[in-house]
């Protein structure tokens, strides 16, 4: 066998395993669900950004003939919903001052639940755990009137805060199942002698718990963040006028029309919803991916 035969043989098996069947189908299985996304976010970008002029013509997979910002402008500043035309900006701010609080009160009470049940010895535990285990399958239109009632009585119905509350109740039971799972893989060895150097029941969670969950944390952020900023049900029962989150008044936006419909503005509008989850994903999942090489670098 000559030389040059002995190098081609490598090159023909290389070629033969990328061709095999199951390859091209996993290939064209993978292109078309990228293009499943990809075409229709590709639309929506640069329907953003032509004008309506433009848009007229039908052609919606072509580029804009002239590059403008202001649908993106329109959408934030002048957008109309219902009889309020102040943009989408308002709605922005909105769901940011229903995210902070929906975070800190329901990962707070969920890790803090979890971490109890998981680690000390609570009575009735398993039958808690159950019940919160049907919980979360219990449909929100069920108990969205008694939720109505109490933060009705609360004082606290029509407000970004009543909206944070009602989130953080929704979540707990899935959270504290989620926190459970996973302070039940920290050796009770650790907790074990955690208490007998006088560690009570906070100390130990912040100081050995907390340093421990990063990973699982970033979790149940990403989790969190996707449930409460796309949310529209909630933020439609229980947000009142001015408190509505951006995707309730992203909807008005849509159907609230005056004469033509400005499929530029709405475009924008909606890019505008994504853009602030997309932002955060983006530096979470860095910090996920950091995290869990520095793990199996030091494993």
Known sequence: MSQATALA???DR?????????????????????A????????????????????RLGRIFSLPDT?????????????CSGMNCDGVGIGFLNSLAILAPSLVLSISLAAVTGYALALWP???????????FICAFVPFQIIMYPLIKLTGLAGIYGSTLGIAVVHAVL????????????????PTELTAAAMIDSGS???????????????IMIVVL?????????DFLVGLTFGGYGSQPMNVVLANVAMTTTGEQLYNVNMAAALLTAIPPLAIYFGLGRFFIQGITAGAIKG
């Open 36 to 55: 499943f996304f990809a075409v229709p976010l590709y639309v929506i970008v640069t329907t953003s950004f032509k004008t309506m002029d433009q848009i």
């Open 9 to 11: 043989m490598p090159v």
């Open 14 to 34: 290389a070629r033969r395993r990328r061709l095999r069947p199951h390859r091209i189908a996993t290939l064209a299985f993978l292109t078309m669900a990228a």
């Open 171 to 186: 979540a707990m039971p899935v959270l504290t199942l989620i926190f459970h799972n996973f302070f039940k893989t920290i």
């Open 67 to 79: 590059w403008t910002l202001e649908a993106w402008r329109y959408a934030w500043f002048n957008a």
């Open 201 to 215: 029941f906070w100390r130990i969670f912040l100081e050995i718990i907390l340093p421990l969950s990063g990973n």
């Open 122 to 132: 609570v009575r009735w535990a398993n039958g808690f755990l159950f019940t919160l």
């Open 222 to 230: 990403i989790l969190q963040i996707t449930s409460i900023w796309n």
